[in-house]
C-alpha cells in the first residue's frame, strides 16, 4: 500500500491491516444478516473487478463480456451444490429436472458430483474458455472498440443459449442454491452464509496479493507495453497474443470465483448475470475506483455496489441516474478514477485552486526529487 | 537462395504495392556484416516501408529477403526480432508508463517468455547489461524516472539503448536524430559509428550533416527503388541524385 503524495510508513500499514482483519473477524457480530449478506456479495464482486483491471488497466482490453465467466463460475458452485443435495427427489437428480420430464443426468453434470473437482471448475473453466476465446481474437489482432465489440456480442450468445437451455440447466429459471445442503446445513442458514462472508474477504485479500504479484515486475511491465504500444512491445522480441491470452484468462478465473461466491450468497445463479449492464456495470466500478490501481477496483466495486443498495432502499429508481452521473465525472474531470487521482498530482491541485498551498515555481519532478541532472556529454 | 554469402540481410526484388501503388518497386540491397550503411531519400521514396518490410510488419508483393542466409518473409514481427533484427523507430518509441530501468528490462531480458518474466528474477549479467547501457547513454542518474519525463533527446537516446540491450546482429535506425540539438547529433554519430563493425547498422536520416558525420557508404532511395549508392561525395555529384534530392546549388 504505498501511495505516492500520501505516503504510508509501515507502522500505518500494519495498522490498516490490523483494523481491516478485525473488521472482517467482527463484521458478522456489528452488521446484521441483511447488511452482512449484502457486504459478503459485494466483496466478491470485487474479485471480479480486479480481474477487470488486469486487462483493462493494466493491458488495455476493454472486456464487455466479463458476465460470461463470471457465470460460468456461478453455475459450477450452483450444480454442485444442488447435484449433492438432490437424494430425496425422484431419479437423485436435482428437482427441476422433473418439470420438463428429464430423467437422466445431462452427462456434463456427473463430474459435479466431486467436490474437489467443483472447486477446481469453478476457476478453471471460466480460465479455460476465457484463454480459448482470448487466443482466437488477439491471433487476429483484433484490438480496441473492436475487441470490446466482440466480447459484448459473446456475451450476448452466452446469455441466449443459457436462458433457452430448460433441460439441462433449468434456463431462464436459474440454478437455486439457498435451499441446498453443505456440511449437513442449508447453504442459506446463517452459519454457512457467515463462513462464506469470511471466505470471501480472505479470497478478496488472496486475489488482492495476486494480482500486485501478477503486475509487479518483467510480466507486468510488458502489459503496460502492450497497453501502451504494442507493436514495439512486438519489435522488442516479445509475443503479446501470449501475454494477453494468458491476462485475459487469468481475468477469466477471478471471474469465475467472484461468480461462485456471489451465487452461494445471493441463492440463486441465472442467466441475468449475463446481462449487458451487469458487465458495464463491472467495467464502471474499476473506472470510478482507478484503473490500473488494484485497490481502486475493490473499493469501486465494493463502494459504489454499497451505495447503490443504500440509495435504492432510500430513492428507489434513482439509483440509475447516479451511476451514470457518476460515471461521466469520471471520465471527464477524474480519468484516472477516485484513487488514481489521489494518488496523482490531483490533491496538490485542488489544494492549489482553493489557494491553500502555494504553487510550485519549477517543474514538480524537480521539486519533488531535487534533481537537476541532464544529458551530460562527456 | 542468397548468393552472396558475405551479406548479412539481403532484399532481392522486393515489390510491395498499396492498392495499386508502388511503395517499394523491385528493390535490391544488400548489407554486410559488420557495415555502417546510410539510406537517405526524398519523402515517399520507401524508407520506412523497406524496414517494415525486414521487420516483418509489411509483406511485399513479391521478392525475398534473406537474414543470415534465411528468409524472413512470412514470419512474424517477434520472432524477426529475437533471430537478431532490432529497429529503433522514428519518432522515439519508449515505454512512458515506465521508468528507464523497467524500459531496458524489458530490452535485455531473455528468454522472452511469458513464463520467464513472471517467474524469475531478472539474471545478474542482464543488469549489469543495463547498468553499463545507463552509462552509455548517460541516464545512469534517471534510473528511477519515467521514461516519460525525459527529454526529447534522452528518449531517444533510451530508445538507441534498448536497441542495443536486444543484441541484435542488424540495427534498423529511422531518423535517431530527429529534433536532436548539433552537439547530441554529433554524439549519436559517434556512438553509431562505434557500434559498426560488430553490429551491422543501418541508419535512414534526411540530416545530410548528420550522414556525413556517420562517412559511410550511402544508398539512395527514390519511388520505391535504388537510385545511387556510394560514398557521400560520390552521392553529391552524382547527377540524378541532385535532381531528385539533394536540389542544385543556387547559381
Redesign the interface.
Known sequence: MEFKNLKLTKKTTFVIWVLIIAFIVAAPSILPVFRLNLLGRYLSLAIVALGVDLIWGFTGLLSLGQGIFFALGGYCAAMYLQITSSSEFPNNIPEFFGLYGVDNLPFFWEPFRSPIFSLFAIWVIPALVAGTLGFLVFRNRIKGVYFSILTQAALLVFFNFFNGQQKLINGTNGLKTDVTQLFGQMVGSESIQRMFFWFTALLVIAAWFFSKWVVKGRFGNILIGIRDDEPRVRFTGYNPVLFKTIIFSIAGGLAGISGALYTVQSGIVSPQFMTVPFSIEMVIWVAVGGRGTLLGAILGAVLINYAKSLVSEALPASWMFIQGGLFILVVTALPEGVLGWAQGEGPRNLLQRLGLKRKIETYPSLEIKNETEGLKNE | MNKNTNSLLSLENITVSFEGFLALNDLNLNFKKGELRAVIGPNGAGKTTFLDVI?G?VKPTKGDVFFKGKSLIGK???KI??LGV??K?QSP?V????TVK?NL???V?TP???LN??NKK?KNDQLDEIEHLMKVI??S??IN?KAG?L?H??KQ?LEIA?LLG?KPDLMLVDEPVAGLTD??TD?TADLLKSLSGENTVVVIDHDMEFIRRLDSNVSVLNQGTVLCEGTMDTIQNDKKVIDVYLGRPEE
Open positions: 521487420t510488419k512474424k514481427e517477434h526480432a529475437r532490432g529497429r523507430f518509441r515505454f512512458e508508463n515506465l523497467e528490462e524489458i530490452s531480458s522472452k517468455s511469458p518474466l513472471i531478472i548517460n541516464l542518474k534517471k524516472s519525463a527529454s533527446g534522452q537516446w534498448m536486444q552537439e547530441e554524439l
